[in-house]
C-alpha cells in the first residue's frame, strides 16, 4: 500500500509495519522524526502541529505517489502527526518497502525531504520559562530560499553573471547515458544549476562501474543507473528539476525525448546510439555535445551550435555504417582508464555549460583530441566532407570539386605495405612517449601538442604515417589532412575505433 496519512494520536510503528509487509519486498526502510527537547540551544516541552488537512492529505498522498512511481517497486506509507505531541513521541514516521534495499532508503530520503518542502504544516514549539512560538515548516526547512548563496561564487565570475546564471536555470538538458562520462557530466551541469535535467540509461548498477562511475556506491549495486543518479543528484542540488528515466533512447522514442530541450549531452559507449541522437538532434535543431573514451584517449565534439558551420558525426566517420563501426570496436565493455572517462565528462559538460550561457565552444568546430597517458592534446578542425549524406551542401560540392572522395580504406597502411612501395616515409608521433622500435628507425616527427598549421606542414614534406597510442587520434588527424590536401598521408590501421 502507498498512503499518507494524518494522526491525532500517538504514532504506532509497529502496526504501520505490519500493514506495510509484502513477501515480493526484500528491503524495508524507515524513517522516524521524534520531537526532541531543545531547539537552537533553548529547551522544548512539547510542540503543538497545526495542518491543514485538506490540503496536507493531497499534497501528502501526491508525495508517497511519487516516490512510489520513481522507485519501481517501491510501497510507501507516511503518518504525521497533527495536534498536540510530548517530548520523545513520534512527529513522522515514514516507511517503504523494495525488492533493492537503495531504493527503499532513496524512497524514504525522498519523502521526508518532500514533506519538510511542500506539506502545509506550521508547529508551535513550547519553551521552557518563555512563550510559546509558531513554526512554518515548510519555510524553516525550504533551502530554495537560499538559492542565490548556492551559487553566488559561479555567478561572480564576468563571464557568467546574474543573466548567466538565469540562462542555465532556464535550460531542459538531457544526458544520455549514466555511466562514467554521464555520471561527472551530470554532476557538473547539476552543481552548475541547470534548471531541469533528465539522465536516461537502461542499465543497473554493477562492480566494474564503481572505479569511474561517480555517481554510485557499493549500496547501489544492482539498482538502476538512472535511479540511483536521481537520488545522488537531487541531493547534490535542491534548487533543481531531476528525473531519472529507466530505459533506453530508440529510434521509437528519440525525437519525444530530445523535443524541447535546450541542449543534449551523448554520454553513451556505442556507435548506433551516437549516429541516432545526432540525427535525432540535428533534424530538431538541438544541439548535441558528444564525447567518446577508450583506453586512455577521448574526443569530445559538439554539433549544432548556433552560427557554427563544421563537419557533422558522418563526416568524421565517410562510408562506414554504425553497425560496421560496432563491429570494428565499440567501447562499450572495453579497457578504460577510469580517470580518463571522469575527466573527458567533465571536459563535455564545460563545453555545454559554455554553449548554454553564449560563451565560445572550442568543439563546436574542432574535434577535441586528448591522451591522458602522455597529457597531449590536439584541436582538429572538423569540416563537411564531400559527398556527406547530411552535409554535402553548396559549400561540401565546393570541396568536392577540389578534392575526390577517399574511400575510409585508403586512409589505413601497414607498415609492411609501406616498405613494399619503396618510397622514402616519415612517422608523425602524436604521442610523448617514442614510438616502437620498428617505427623509430624511420625518421620521427614528434608532433605531440604540436599547433595544426605545423603539423600540416610537416606531414606534407614526406609520405607520413601518422600514429598514437589506440588509433583514436591518428584517424582523425590523417582524415582532415587528406581533406586540406594532403595525399600521401596515411594511419595505422587500428585494433578498435573511438
Not at 505517489?65 to 495536534?83: I, N
Not at 562501474?209 to 556506491?217: H, M
Not at 562499450?332 to 555549460?353: D, K, R, S, W
Not at 597517458?373 to 569540416?383: E, F, G, I, K
Amino acid at each position: 500500500m502507498t498512503a499518507f496519512e494524518l494522526s491525532e494520536t500517538p504514532i504506532d510503528p509497529a502496526a504501520l509495519r505490519v500493514r506495510l509487509a509484502r513477501p515480493e519486498a526484500g528491503a524495508f526502510a524507515v524513517f522516524e522524526g521524534w520531537v526532541r527537547n531543545e531547539h537552537r540551544g533553548r529547551e522544548v516541552r512539547r510542540l503543538e502541529y497545526e495542518v491543514f488537512s485538506e490540503m496536507a492529505r493531497t499534497e501528502g498522498q501526491a508525495i508517497v505517489e511519487e516516490a512510489a512511481a520513481r522507485f519501481p517497486g517501491c510501497e510507501v506509507l507516511c503518518v504525521h502527526r497533527c495536534g498536540v505531541a510530548e517530548v520523545g513521541e513520534l512527529a513522522v514516521w515514514i516507511g517503504a518497502t523494495a525488492g533493492h534495499r537503495a531504493a527503499a532508503f532513496a524512497a524514504c530520503r525522498l519523502v521526508i525531504e518532500e514533506i519538510k518542502r511542500r506539506l502545509p504544516v506550521w508547529k508551535k514549539e513550547h519553551f521552557a520559562g518563555a512563550e510559546p512560538e509558531w513554526v512554518d515548516c515548510t519555510q524553516e526547512h525550504n533551502p530554495a530560499l537560499r538559492r542565490e548563496e548556492f551559487h553566488s561564487r559561479q555567478a561572480r565570475l564576468p563571464e557568467f553573471g546574474a543573466a548567466g546564471q538565469a540562462r542555465l536555470a532556464a535550460a531542459n538538458v538531457l544526458v544520455v547515458g549514466a555511466g562514467g562520462l554521464g555520471c561527472v557530466a551530470a554532476d557538473t551541469l547539476a552543481a552548475a544549476g541547470v534548471g531541469r535535467l533528465t539522465v536516461i540509461d537502461p542499465g543497473l548498477v554493477e562492480l566494474s562501474n564503481l572505479p569511474r562511475q561517480s555517481l554510485y556506491t557499493a549500496e547501489d549495486l544492482g539498482l538502476a543507473k538512472a535511479v540511483a543518479a536521481e537520488v545522488r543528484l537531487r541531493a547534490r542540488n535542491p534548487f533543481i528539476a531531476i528525473e531519472g528515466v529507466v530505459g533506453a533512447l530508440q529510434e521509437t522514442n528519440a525525437h519525444a525525448r530530445i523535443a524541447g530541450r535546450t541542449l543534449v549531452l551523448d554520454c553513451t559507449d556505442q556507435f548506433a546510439a551516437r549516429f541516432l541522437l545526432h540525427d535525432a538532434c540535428r533534424a530538431l535543431g538541438v544541439p548535441l555535445v558528444q564525447a567518446a573514451a577508450i583506453g586512455w584517449d577521448g574526443s569530445v565534439n559538439t554539433f549544432g551550435a548556433a552560427g557554427a558551420t563544421s563537419g557533422c558525426l558522418h563526416c568524421l566517420w565517410p562510408g562506414r555504417s554504425p553497425g560496421e563501426l560496432a563491429a570494428a570496436g565499440d567501447c562499450n565493455g572495453g579497457a578504460v582508464f577510469g580517470p580518463a572517462v571522469n575527466a573527458l565528462g567533465l571536459m563535455q559538460a564545460t563545453e555545454a555549460i559554455k554553449l548554454l550561457v553564449g560563451l565560445p565552444v572550442a568543439s563546436a568546430t574542432q574535434t577535441l583530441l586528448v591522451s591522458w597517458l602522455d597529457y597531449s592534446t590536439l584541436a582538429v578542425p572538423r569540416v563537411a566532407q564531400p559527398g556527406c549524406p547530411v552535409c554535402d551542401t553548396a559549400a561540401g560540392a565546393a570541396r568536392a570539386a577540389a578534392a575526390s572522395p577517399v574511400a575510409e580504406a585508403d586512409l589505413f597502411v601497414s607498415v609492411a605495405e609501406l616498405e613494399r612501395r619503396g618510397v622514402a616515409w616519415q612517422v608523425l608521433n602524436l604521442e610523448v612517449a617514442p614510438p616502437s622500435a620498428a617505427l623509430a628507425r624511420r625518421p620521427v616527427v614528434a608532433a605531440a601538442g604540436m599547433p595544426w598549421a605545423e603539423l600540416r606542414a610537416a606531414a606534407a614534406r614526406w609520405p607520413t604515417l601518422v600514429v598514437c597510442a589506440h588509433g583514436v587520434r591518428s584517424v582523425a588527424v590523417v582524415r582532415e589532412l587528406r581533406a586540406e590536401g594532403v595525399a600521401t598521408v596515411f594511419a595505422l590501421a587500428p585494433e578498435v575505433f573511438p
